[in-house]
Structure formats: C-alpha cells, structure tokens
C-alpha cells in the first residue's frame, strides 16, 4: 500500500506533427548560407560547385537573354500535354477498373505487367515509333503518369463507402449522377494524392527524355551545360527544375485546398 | 404528401452462403401504418429492411407493393440510415438537393430543398457542412432527405441507434411529427424496446437467427397520443423483453464465440 497525494501529472501531448512554412523556409536559407560560407571560406571547389550568387547571377542572365524561357517553356509544354494526357486516360481506366468486374481484372493484369518498367527505357522505342520530336517526349511522359493514376484512382474508388453508394442507389439516383456525385468526390483525396506523386514522375521523365533526344527544354539545356563544364548554367538549370517542383505541388496544395475544403 | 402503400413480404427467406438469416418472413406493413421490427443482435433486422427496399435479393421469397402513389412521389420507398449516409463533401442544402437531381427543374428543387429544410427545422444550418453538425442534426439531414422526394413508404434502419439518449428523445417525438405528417406507410428497425412501443402501431418480434417471426403485436392507440409514462407501454415494453431476452444472452454469446 501507498499513498498517491498531489497533482496527477500531465501526460498528453506530442505526436501531433504541425507544419510550419516559416521553419522550412528558413532550413533552405540556412544550407544556402553554408553553402555559399564554405565557397568565401575556400571549402568548396568553384569548379565543382558554384556559389549561390554565381547561380543567382546566371539565371539572371538566362532570364534577361530569354535562354530561360526558351528552354522552359518547351519543357513546361511537353509537360502539361504529357501529363494531362496520362491522367485523363489513367483516371478513366482506373474508374473503370474500380467499377466493373469485366475491366477489373484486364486492367489490372496489365497495370501488374507493364508498371514495373522503368519508363525511360522506352524512350528509343518511342523514338522510333513516334520519331525524334515531340510526340516520343509526350508519349513517355504520358505513360510514366498514366499507370500510378490507374492505381490511385482504382484505390480512390474502392475506398468510397458502399453505404454511401448504397444510399445513392436507393433514392434511384443515375449511375451517371451516382459516379459524378458520389464515386468521384469519394475517390479525390486519393487522386490528388497520385497527381503529387505523378507530377514528380512527369518531370524526372520530363527531363530524361530531353538528355536522350532534344535540343531545346530543360533537360537538353543542362546536358548541354554539362558537356561544356559551364557549372553555373548546370545548376541554374537544376534550381530551375527545383523551382518547377515546388510550383507543381504549390498548385496541386491549391487545388486539394479547393475541392476538399470539406475536410 | 403521398398517401401510404401496402407493403407486403411474402415467405422472404436469405441466406449468406450456407449461413440462413432470414427464414420464411411474412409481413404486411398497411397504408400509413408504422410496423416496428425488433428481435435480438444478428437477426436479420437490417438484411430485412434491404431485401424490402430492393437494394438486397432474397434467396427466396418475394416483396411487393400495394395501392396508389401520389404524382409528386419521387422514390416509393426510401431509406433512412442509421448512419445516415450524407456526403461529407456536400452542404445540408447540396445534401438533400442530391435525391432530387434528375427529376425535379432547378427551380422546383430549390423550393423542395428550402421547403424540407424549414419543416426539419434546418433551415439556419443549410449552408454547413456534415461534420459541423451534431449527430441529431445530420439524422435531421437525413430525414429531410427522405421526404423531399414524397416517399410512399419509409424505411428506417435504426435511425436514432448512433444517438445519444437526450437526442434520441427530442427525435423521437419530431418523428412521430413527421411520420404522421407525411402520412406514409413506415417499417422502422430498432433494437430499442421503448422506442418501439412509442412509435410501432404493428410490433414485430423476430427470433435468433435464422430470424423468424415469433409475434405480432397491435398497438391501436394513436401516435400522437403516446406517452413514454403511459403504464399499458412499460407493460408491453416489459412482454417484448421476457420475449427476447433470452434470445439476445444466446446471440450474444454465439458473437462471441464466432471465429473472427
């Protein structure tokens, strides 16, 4: 036997993770900063890595020369139509895929089959099927974006509650109206999730095809700053892929802000 | 407001594989008349209900329906929910909009909604969001939902089940508002006993499954006129439970013993 007097201790708390945008803001400036203390100081090779001002200054350039947006915007186009195009075919097979049996299966035999490819292993095959252009860029890009759509959006549907499909059907809703007002709404939060990681995909694919076989976009402008040991260019091309990144999951956070504000 | 119909389950039985639920049911829910089916856990209360609204084939057996419908009447029989199945993503007011679409003009769905709204006494809350709501208030939702289409029968899956006690009360007295109001033919599961001697005008009492029916009750006094005091309903509600009770220890105790 003993006794217990006194307050009962505070044991709660912890394991509720915030973000805070201030924080990761100032981590980035901070590594800058010693990133560019370590070039004054001498720790760090020029030749190796340029300063962040040396990159600031090039991109500057690259801007004010429209280099930048030349090479930017033929990326930013074979992006946007390779990546709409592998989502709408990619959510209208993994809504199928998630609604009916007849294409369940087929579906998924061929997501489990191709999937695993690394997509830029396609590319030479593209080429020689849709020629050097820009229809071998699109086409990988689409199908890098395409089967993780699938899969998102297969789970997104399977995870809507049948209750509330149940409930549709026992008012005499339409399977249209059924699809459009419950499945898809029901389903988004796991296709906006798959469009993060989609997005991601698209520019890595993005840029690998254009080192394989472009002479404008990104990825050729960095290759070619490469070949030339012009650093400063490389790495402002690379800030700039960065920078493309954090705009894409910029907007897609908008868009989740959007349409599940019901949350 | 439609009138009520007949509806009537005619030797409904169905089984999950090999496993009966439901054995040779045979009910008839008159026009405008409320029929309470309680029995204990596992019965077969709720597989009922969806083989009578047509979202569940019986194995065997049949369910039809009798008399007229009024021309406003946008979905015969309509389900309430015990979870009452709103959208999250949807308002009150999309919420209840949803059943009308396809099959009222814009402008006519409007009024409907606004009309459902003021007589659930929701209308100050059309704008929110489910997860603002209270419990009571989203099975509010709920029942607007099921009267903006004029339902000629309504089928209640404990409705009030996911209620606190104090909530349950206050609902229960609004039903029998609405019920009577609507004047439709009501088939109402619960497992509450005092629930249903308030509201069952026919109380059907369903054994273990399989479920079976084990005895019909009439009560003839009016809805309305019910109290929760009144000493012939704790005598009914005391019957209904020497019925039951040693039903539900046993499907108690066959849940627990049931393999995961």
Known sequence: MRRLDGPVPFRGGGFQPRERWSAGAATILILIGFWQFGIWVGFIPTLFLPSPVAIAVTLWRLTVTGVLWQNLSASLA?????????????????????????????????????????????????????????????????LGVFFPTVIATMGGVDNVPRGLIRMGQSFGLSTRTIIRAIILPGAAP??????????????????????????????????SAGNLYDTDALLAGIVVLSVLGLVVAGLIGAVERLLLRWR | ????????????????????????????????????????????KSTLLNIAGGLLAPTSGSVRTEGAIADDCLNPLTYVFQDFALLPWRSVRANVGLVLEGKLANDARTERVREVLALTGLSDFAD?????????????????????????????????SALDAQTRDLLLDEFVTL???????????????????????????????????????????PLTGRSADDPDLKDLEHTLWRLIRDDAAVAERERVDAPA
Not at chain 1, 198 to 212: H, K, Q
Request: hydrophobic share 55%; with cysteine; glycine share 10%.
């Open chain 1, 190 to 223: 796991a296709i906006l999730n798959g469009f993060r990681v989609t997005a991601s995909i698209a520019i890595v694919l993005l840029v690998a095809a254009e080192m394989i076989g472009a002479e404008t976009g990104i990825g050729a402008f960095v290759l």
């Open chain 2, 1 to 44: 407001m439609s009138t009520g119909i007949r509806l009537i389950l005619d030797q409904v039985s169905h089984a999950w594989k090999t496993l009966l639920v439901l054995d040779g049911i045979s009910l008839i829910a008159e026009p405008g008349e409320v029929m309470v089916v309680i029995g204990p856990s596992g019965c077969g």
């Open chain 1, 78 to 142: 074979r992006l946007l139509i390779g990546w709409f195009a592998g989502t709408i075919f990619g959510m209208a097979t993994g809504i199928a895929a998630g609604l009916w049996s007849v294409t369940r299966s087929p579906v998924m035999a061929v997501v489990a089959a191709l999937f695993p490819i690394p997509k830029i292993a396609l590319v030479p095959l593209f080429i020689i099927w849709f020629g050097i252009g820009e229809g071998s860029k699109i086409a990988t890009i689409s």
């Open chain 2, 128 to 160: 929110a969001w489910p997860k603002e709501l209270s419990g009571g208030m989203r099975q509010r939702v709920g029942i607007a939902r099921a009267l903006a289409v004029r339902p000629a029968c309504l089928l209640m899956d404990e409705p009030l």
């Open chain 2, 179 to 221: 019920i009577g109001r609507a004047a439709t033919t009501t088939v109402y599961i619960t497992h509450n006993l005092a629930e249903a001697v308030r509201l069952g005008q026919q109380i059907v009492v369903l054994s273990r499954r399989p479920g079976r029916v084990r005895e019909i009750f009439r009560i003839d006094r």
